[in-house]
C-alpha cells in the first residue's frame, strides 16, 4: 500500500460523520432513506404473520411497532447512547433472516414464544460486542468483505422476482421499460451530474419509474392507498412473553442463535463499509464503532422481542445511497429514524411506498447491490489477499453462490436448516470463518508474554523478544535485530502517556508466531485513544500533525515493520505486527 493517505482521499465526500448539511438537504435525503427501506420493514411482518397464520390485530400491530423500533435503532447507529450505536449512517430495519425459525415458533408455540427466542437472540448479540476482541479471529475484515460481496448473490433472487412483479393482463413491456427508465435515470445523473443534482439521483430515479408505470402501463396500483387512512393507530395486540421455557423453546433456540451470528456478520460488514465511504481521507477501520453498531442491534432485537415483532439488522443499502449522495453526515441517520417513526402513524402513506411497482424497486437495487459488492471487494484487497486469503474467500465464494441456487444436494438441505444453508451469506461467511480459524489452529505453537505496560518491562520485553527469534529456525541475526527494534519502538509507542497517567496501570500481553522466515506479533494492551495507524498515515502529511517527539519511534516502527494493523476495541487495544526478514522496508499497510 502507498504510504499516502492522501493519494487515497476521496474527494467525492461532500458532508463527513461530523458536518452539519443545511436543513433541506437532511430532511430531503432522510426522506430517500426512508421510502428506501419501508417497504423491506413492512413487508418483512406481513410475510411472517401472514405464513404462520396470525390475526389481523396482530399484523397490524407488528407492522407499526417494527417501523417504530427501526426509527428507534436508526437514530441510535447515528447518533449513539454510550457504547450503544455506530456513530454512522446505518439504517435499521426488518429482517427476513429470521422468517423461516419465526413461523416456525409462532405454529409451534405462538407469539410468546417468538418473543422470548428474539429477546434470547438479543442477549447473544450483546455478548458478542461486549467481547468482540476475544473474537477477533473470527469477526475480521475478510469475513465483512466475503459477506459484502455474497449480498448482490443472496439478492438476486428477489431482483428478479421484482422484475416480473406486473399485473397479468400488463403489456409485455410494463416491466423492461419501466425498470429500464428507473435505472437510466438513477444512473445517468450521478454519471453526468455533481453537486445538488447528484443527492437526488435515486428520488429521480424512482420518481420517474413510478411516473412511467402510473402513466404509461397502468401498474401502480393506486385502490389501496386511497383506502388507507391518513392518520390511525393499531389496535393494542401485544402478544406478551412466554416464560413457560417449553421443550418447543429449546428446540429452537439453536437456531435463532445461529441466525442472530448471521446478522453480526451483516453488521460487521456494513459497520466497516460505512466507515471506508463516510471520510474523505482514508482511516483505520474503529472496531469500536462496529461493536457499537452490533450493541444497537441488540437493542432493536431486544425492543422487537419485547413488542412482539420482527428483530431488525442494519441495511446495506445505506451505504450504497451514502456512496451515491457522497452525503454521510450523521444528522440524515437521525432524521431517517424520525422519519420512520411519523410514518407508523400515517398508514397511507406506507402504503403509497409499499405499491411502488416491482420493476422500479428492482431496477434501483440492481445499482445497489453493485455497489456493494465493489465496496466488499475494496474491504478484502486492502486487507492484502495473499494466496491463503485469496483461496479461502474464492471457495467461500463459491460455495455461497452454490448453496445459493441449491446446485449442492438440494434433497439433504430440507427443513429449518435448509432455510439457513440455502443463504449464501450465511455459507459463505461461516466457510470464512472455519477456513481461518483451521489455519490459525494448523499454523503451529506461539509464545506469550504477560507484563504491566511500563518503561521499566521493556528489558523484560526485548529477553523475551531475543528468545523467541533463537528458537526458530533458519533465522539469523538480522531477523532478530529487526524483531526486537520492532518491540523497542512499539514500547515507546505504547508508554509513551506514562507520564500523564502515572497511577493508571496498564497491562499487557504479548503473543508471537513464526511464519516461515516472518514473525507475526500481537501486542494487547489496555486502551489508549491514540489510533498508530492514523499516525503513521500523518507522517506523509505535508502539514505535519504528528509532534515531533513521538516521530521517531514510528518511523522506525514503519521502517522494520511489513505490515501494522491496530485494532481498537473499548478498553482493550491490539496491535498486529508483521517482521520479515528481507524485503520489509516501507511496506506498511493501513486502511
Known amino acids: 500500500m502507498s504510504s499516502s493517505s492522501s493519494a487515497h482521499a476521496r474527494q467525492d465526500v461532500r458532508y463527513e460523520p461530523d458536518e452539519r448539511p443545511p436543513l433541506p438537504i437532511t430532511i430531503g435525503l432522510g426522506v430517500q432513506y426512508a421510502l428506501l427501506c419501508i417497504a423491506s420493514i413492512v413487508l418483512t411482518p406481513m410475510i411472517m404473520i401472514t ?113 416480473a412483479e406486473v399485473p397479468a393482463d400488463a403489456s409485455p413491456l410494463a416491466g423492461p421499460v419501466t425498470a429500464g427508465v428507473t435505472l437510466l435515470v438513477t444512473l445517468l445523473i450521478p454519471l453526468r451530474f455533481s453537486g445538488v443534482m447528484r443527492l437526488w439521483a ?46 418447543e423453546f429449546w428446540a429452537l ?60 439488522t442494519t441495511y446495506g443499502m445505506s451505504i450504497a445511497v451514502a456512496e451515491l449522495t457522497g452525503v454521510a453526515a450523521r444528522r440524515i441517520g437521525i432524521c431517517v429514524g424520525a422519519v420512520f417513526v411519523v410514518l407508523a402513524f400515517l398508514p397511507k402513506f406506507v402504503t403509497l411506498v409499499v405499491a411502488i411497482p416491482g420493476p422500479v424497486v428492482a ?48 434433497e439433504y438441505l430440507q427443513g429449518a436448516w435448509g432455510e439457513l444453508l440455502g443463504n449464501g451469506m450465511t455459507v459463505g461467511g461461516l466457510t470464512v470463518i472455519l477456513l481461518t480459524m483451521f489455519g490459525e489452529i494448523a499454523g503451529g505453537g506461539q509464545s506469550r508474554l504477560k507484563t504491566c505496560l511500563t518503561t521499566e518491562t521493556w528489558p523484560e520485553v526485548d529477553a523475551f523478544l531475543a528468545d ?68 503513521l498515515a500523518m507522517l506523509s502529511e505535508a502539514a505535519m500533525s504528528v509532534p515531533a517527539e513521538a516521530e521517531i519511534p514510528l518511523r522506525l516502527l514503519r521502517h522494520y515493520a511489513s505490515s501494522i494493523r491496530h485494532q481498537q476495541y473499548h478498553d482493550i487495544d491490539i496491535l498486529m505486527i508483521r517482521v520479515e526478514s528481507v524485503g520489509g522496508q516501507g511496506q506498511v499497510g493501513w486502511d
Open 51 to 163: 405464513l404462520a397464520g396470525g390475526s389481523d390485530e396482530y399484523l397490524s400491530w407488528a407492522v407499526f411497532a417494527a417501523l417504530v423500533i427501526s426509527g428507534l435503532t436508526t437514530a441510535i447507529q447515528a447518533r449513539k447512547l454510550g457504547r450503544i450505536g455506530a456513530g454512522y449512517i446505518l439504517v435499521m430495519g426488518s429482517t427476513s433472516a429470521f422468517l423461516a425459525v419465526s413461523v416456525t415458533a409462532i405454529e409451534r408455540g405462538g407469539p410468546g414464544m417468538l418473543a422470548t427466542l428474539i429477546i434470547a437472540a438479543a442477549l447473544i448479540q450483546f455478548v458478542l460486542a461486549a467481547r468482540m476482541a476475544l473474537l477477533r479471529k473470527v469477526f475480521t475484515p475478510t469475513v465483512a468483505g466475503t459477506v459484502l460481496i455474497l449480498i448482490p448473490i443472496t439478492l438476486t433472487p428477489l431482483i428478479l422476482r421484482k422484475l
Open 363 to 410: 431496477a434501483y437495487y440492481v445499482i445497489l447491490v453493485a455497489l456493494i459488492f465493489v465496496f466488499g471487494m475494496k474491504i478484502l484487497l486492502s486487507e492484502g489477499l495473499d494466496y491463503r486469503k485469496g483461496l479461502v474467500v474464492g471457495v467461500a465464494f463459491w460455495l455461497g453462490i452454490a448453496f445459493q441456487f441449491d446446485w449442492v444436494y438440494p
Open 202 to 247: 435515486p428520488a429521480i430515479g424512482i420518481v420517474a419509474g413510478c411516473v412511467v408505470a402510473a402513466l404509461g402501463f397502468g401498474i401502480y396500483d393506486m385502490t389501496t392507498i386511497a383506502d388507507a387512512a391518513w392518520i390511525g393507530l393499531p389496535d393494542l395486540a401485544y402478544p406478551g412473553v412466554d416464560l413457560s421455557f417449553r421443550p
Open 253 to 312: 433456540l439453536p437456531s435463532f442463535i445461529m441466525v442472530t451470528l448471521v446478522g453480526a456478520m451483516d453488521t460487521l460488514g456494513d459497520a466497516i463499509a460505512i466507515q471506508r465511504v463516510s471520510w474523505r481521507k482514508p482511516r483505520a477501520i474503529d472496531f469500536r464503532s462496529i461493536q457499537g453498531a452490533i450493541g444497537a442491534d441488540g437493542v432493536g432485537n431486544l425492543l422487537s422481542g419485547l413488542a412482539g415483532t420482527v428483530p431488525n
Open 468 to 535: 523467541f527469534a533463537t528458537r526458530q529456525r533458519g533465522w539469523g541475526n538480522e531477523m532478530e535485530t529487526r524483531l526486537r527494534a520492532v518491540g523497542e519502538e512499539t514500547m515507546q509507542i505504547l508508554t509513551r502517556d506514562e507520564a500523564e497517567a502515572p497511577d493508571q496501570e496498564r497491562r499487557l500481553l504479548l503473543i508471537a508466531r513464526a511464519d516461515g522466515k516472518a514473525a507475526d506479533l500481537e501486542f494487547i494492551a489496555t486502551t489508549d485513544e491514540t489510533n498508530i495507524e492514523d499516525q
